[in-house]
């Protein structure tokens, strides 16, 4: 195969090669000091206690292995100097059984203390994975909400955002494994000196026993990441099935139409091919794995017959054939453990960068380093600009040359067919999105000079597709004003306000009842009663601008009158704007804006639309003829 490299280019030299196969090897590691650094910072105590009992308990090993060949030696001797036959008197008389006492109460301490020091780890390393477990979910739910609503809409970035959280939930694990790594390898260190004191070719042939399962290990490790990281659509494809299937949200339409059957074949499809490759790795993985193994255990008895040999020469003691073969047998074991845990652990590094990696995601929408603060009731209101946007990935636009003012005190609908840009204009008011052309000005000055939080808390937005929080009735209205979740007075107001007071009325537990079917003591609402819970999160929030996606969609023609009697106390003083397909909610406007293909088609008052026989008197009889 000709590898010369295109016009302009120069071929990569051998010394380059290795560097970036090194880089790339030793890449996912760069994140482990962070992951001891967030252990630190959490608790330092905990962190310090870990290595320091650690440290204790690697010594343990070789010192208890010293200790026994002290024993045995000591019983050989004492067997040689007593007579055949001696019983306990003559034993009790010779003063080496004292000694000998003495060794084996010495052998029980270290054997007491390995136990407490290993409880003591356990207890230590649980309570420092869960702090960090803890504390890694919080940074993570903390950076993903400075990311852009148009990020969370891109599926690169939640297939990201899907690792990194499966990572923060178990990854914290990983410090402890770090940590008996490095406890493993100082017992090794110990005993190798030990051992090789004595017989130094013995350390030597069982690396080169063992190194090439090692070597194996990481191949497979490499390529098990590169599948999982390869199989994340699938793996969200398939948890978006089984809570299709096995989802209360969706039971109902799965019963009615029929979908178990086609939901369970689409989730067989997905995980058989997934368990295909997982099992043809697993195969090679595990024949290469019996093979090494294979050879390790050679080297051992190679070694073992070495010592046992020069035992019965003369050269080694009972005690030290002991020693020798115990500590071999722990180190063969530890260094078996070291080189195959060390490719794991480099595997699971791996994943950390998932984790890691998601917090380098920045969000492209930011307050300026110097922002304007939102005044807190509008002078000239909004002016579109010559806007445009189009999603990310899509030759559509959304809006274009959408050029509208929305003036301070205005109340404003937005009325147009599916796909108008209703929500789009909504969602670049609140600087969810950022305009891919044109300009949005607040009181005459650009919108991206602003502060971002600062405008977003003066916007009180209830979309249609609102969320039903499983939580208290009362959290489900706070959260329009968080910072006021201890307001019950201000949360009773806006609940009455919204007609969401009776609704709490009927629960059990009033404002303290848990709403929705994830819990136990959850009660969930009907779709009307949903809406005007949400509705009351506007009242709550008492912002300068307010904007309603489809506010009563959900409402009996009574409720929804009672909502915009109350909803034109709401929105006195105030810019709003109102998005609905009801024309008898839209005519109450002070202005109403027809959108078609993401542009401005007309605009007028509801008299004056009709009037006009264009688009709004089209759809508006359209409408009006459907309750003749």
Same mark, same amino acid.
Do not use: C
């Given at each position: 195969m000709d590898h010369t490299p295109p016009p302009g280019?120069?071929?990569?030299?051998?010394?380059?090669?290795?560097? $970036?196969?090194?880089?790339?090897?030793?890449?996912?590691?760069?994140?482990?000091?962070?992951l001891f650094g967030l252990a630190w910072s959490v608790s330092p105590w905990l962190a310090a206690a870990s290595i320091g009992l650690r440290l204790a308990r690697a010594a343990l090993p070789a010192l208890m292995l010293y200790v026994a060949k002290l024993v045995i030696d000591a019983v050989v001797a004492g067997r040689a100097a007593l007579p055949p036959g001696a019983g306990p008197a003559e034993w009790l008389a010779d003063d080496r059984l004292s000694h000998l006492v003495l060794l084996v109460g010495i052998e029980l301490g270290l054997a007491v203390a390995s136990d407490l020091l290993g409880r003591a780890t356990s207890l230590v390393d649980a309570v420092l994975a869960e702090m960090v477990g803890n504390a890694t979910t919080l940074r993570l739910m903390a950076h993903a909400a400075t990311l852009d609503l148009e990020q969370f809409e891109d599926s690169d970035v939640q297939d990201r955002l899907e690792r990194a959280r499966r990572q923060a939930a178990w990854r914290s694990n990983l410090l402890g494994q770090w940590l008996g790594q490095g406890q493993d390898l100082a017992t090794a260190l110990s005993l190798a000196v030990a051992v090789g004191t004595v017989l130094p070719w013995l350390v030597v042939l069982l690396a080169l026993a063992l190194v090439p399962a090692f070597l194996s290990e990481l191949v497979f490790t490499r390529r098990g990441y590169r599948l999982a990281y390869r199989r994340s659509p699938d793996r969200r494809e398939a948890d978006y099935l089984r809570y299709l299937g096995a989802g209360a949200e969706s039971a109902r339409e799965v019963k009615l139409f029929g979908l178990a059957g086609y939901l369970s074949d689409r989730f067989r499809e997905v995980a058989d091919r997934m368990l295909r490759e997982n099992a043809q790795l697993a195969r090679e993985r595990?024949?290469?794995?019996? #093979?090494?193994?294979?050879?390790?255990?050679?080297?051992?008895?190679? #070694?073992?017959?070495?010592?046992?040999?020069?035992?019965?020469?003369?050269?080694? &003691?009972?005690?030290?054939?002991?020693?020798?073969?115990?500590?071999?047998?722990?180190?063969?074991g530890l260094i078996e453990g070291l080189l195959l845990g060390a490719s794991q652990l480099w595997g699971q590094a791996q994943y950390l960068d998932d984790l890691f990696s998601f917090f380098t995601i920045r969000p492209r929408i930011r307050s300026p380093e110097r922002?304007?603060?939102?005044?807190?009731?509008?002078?000239?209101?909004?002016?579109?600009?010559?806007?445009?946007?189009?999603?990310?990935?899509?030759?559509?636009?959304?809006?274009?040359?959408? &050029?509208? #003012?929305?003036?301070?005190?205005?109340?404003? #609908?937005?009325?147009?067919?599916?796909?108008?840009?209703?929500?789009?204009?909504?969602?670049?008011?609140?600087?969810?999105?950022?305009?891919?052309?044109? $300009?949005?000005?607040?009181?005459?000055r650009d919108l991206a000079e602003f502060d971002l939080d600062g405008l977003r808390s003066r916007i009180g937005v209830i979309f249609q597709d609102f969320v039903r929080y499983d939580m208290t009735a009362g959290d489900n209205v706070a959260v329009g004003r968080i910072a006021a979740r201890a307001d019950a007075g201000r949360i009773a107001d806006a609940a009455a306000r919204a007609l969401a007071d009776a609704v709490v009325a009927r629960l059990p537990d009033g404002y303290a009842q848990r709403l929705g079917r994830r819990f136990e003591d959850g009660v969930d609402l009907s779709g009307g009663e949903w809406q005007k819970v949400a509705l009351a999160r506007a009242y709550m929030r008492d912002a300068a601008i307010l904007v309603l996606d489809e506010p009563t969609a959900a409402l009996d023609a009574r409720a929804e009158a009672d909502v915009f009697r109350r909803f034109a106390d709401l929105a006195a003083g105030r810019t709003a704007i109102l998005i609905s397909h009801r024309f008898s909610t839209v005519r109450r406007a002070d202005r109403i804006v027809v959108l078609a293909d993401g542009r401005v088609l007309e605009e007028g008052s509801h008299d004056r639309l009709v009037a006009a026989g264009g688009r709004y008197a089209e759809l508006f009889e359209l409408q009006a003829a459907g309750y003749r």
């Open positions: 280019e120069t071929a990569p030299t051998r010394s380059g090669r290795f560097r $970036r196969s090194l880089a790339a090897r030793i890449g996912p590691l760069r994140h482990v000091p962070a595990a024949a290469a794995g019996g #093979a090494f193994a294979t050879l390790g255990t050679i080297g051992y008895y190679v #070694a073992y017959l070495a010592i046992a040999w020069r035992t019965l020469d003369g050269t080694l &003691s009972v005690g030290d054939l002991t020693f020798l073969a115990g500590a071999f047998l722990r180190l063969r922002p304007l603060p939102v005044p807190a009731r509008l002078r000239e209101g909004f002016v579109f600009e010559d806007v445009g946007y189009r999603y990310p990935g899509q030759s559509r636009w959304a809006v274009r040359h959408l &050029s509208l #003012a929305i003036g301070a005190g205005e109340v404003v #609908a937005l009325v147009g067919e599916n796909g108008a840009g209703k929500t789009t204009i909504v969602k670049l008011l609140a600087r969810l999105y950022a305009p891919t052309e044109g $300009r949005i000005l607040l009181d005459g």
